[in-house]
């Protein structure tokens, strides 16, 4: 157990509607990563978040957005939904600012089916 | 760009033999390769790093060599077991354009009983 909650794991929508993505990030974490794994694909980066301010921006679309709330948690919206969003979503967290400084914490994925 | 490419994306080894994975990088600021470990319906998993400051690490049957010239780092697997399949994602910091961990594609292991 990582110590990184997401939920929830699994998640079947329409194309068109808009999903929300919750991330709790390991107890004295303070950066909260996003990352979009499809069928066969890597670990793509869409965005990190460092004690509630957006730290760094990955190929995130502009239909989707993120934010971190005061008590660290955050949350990843994803609108107006095409069957390509069809993934797996990756929350990760770690207690530094910077990608160099160790460890990322994952937790076990959000799978988004849109039909 | 931000990239990292690695190889292979699929390989199968006989238990007991070893396995080899590389990754290549573009940015020559980069300071931190980790490996990620990624079982079936779970999140990766850390099973090994390296910084830039040194060329190689192990860890029991596990090691990681960096050639920072070239660009390149590999994962080395010894006396592989079948606990060993999973896929593998090599990872590096990225600085210029932004701090960022960028993910190779992923290598598929089948270590065969």
């Known amino acids: 157990d990582s110590g990184v909650t997401q939920t929830p794991k699994h998640l079947i929508t329409a194309t068109g509607q808009r999903v929300t993505l919750r991330c709790s990030p390991r107890s004295g974490d303070l950066s909260v990563y996003w990352y979009q794994q499809s069928l066969d694909q890597g670990l793509q980066f869409l965005i990190q978040y460092y004690n509630g301010e957006e730290r760094a921006k990955g190929n995130i679309l502009e239909r989707f957005s993120a934010q971190q709330f005061p008590d660290l948690h955050s949350e990843l919206n994803l609108s107006s939904l095409e069957l390509g969003d069809s993934a797996l979503y990756f929350c990760?967290?770690?207690?530094?600012?910077?990608?160099?400084?160790?460890?990322?914490?994952f937790g076990e994925g959000s799978r988004l089916t849109v039909l | 760009g931000e990239n990292v490419e690695q190889h292979p994306s699929t390989l199968s080894v006989q238990e007991g033999d070893s396995a080899v994975i590389k990754c290549t990088y573009s940015?020559?600021?980069?300071?931190?390769f980790p490996w990620y470990k990624q079982e079936l319906g779970k999140g990766p998993q850390l099973i090994i790093d390296i910084r830039s400051n040194v060329g190689e690490k192990k860890d029991q049957r596990i090691a990681v060599t960096l050639n920072k010239t070239a660009k390149h780092f590999s994962l080395h697997i010894t006396e592989t077991q079948p606990e060993d399949s999973a896929v593998y994602f090599c990872?590096?910091?990225?600085?210029?354009?932004?701090?960022?961990?960028?993910f190779g594609a992923g290598t598929r292991l089948f270590v065969k009983a």
């Open positions: 990760a967290s770690s207690v530094g600012s910077l990608p160099n400084t160790g460890e990322l914490f």
């Open positions: 990872a590096a910091s990225y600085v210029t354009g932004g701090f960022k961990t960028i």
């Open positions: 940015d020559s600021a980069s300071n931190y």
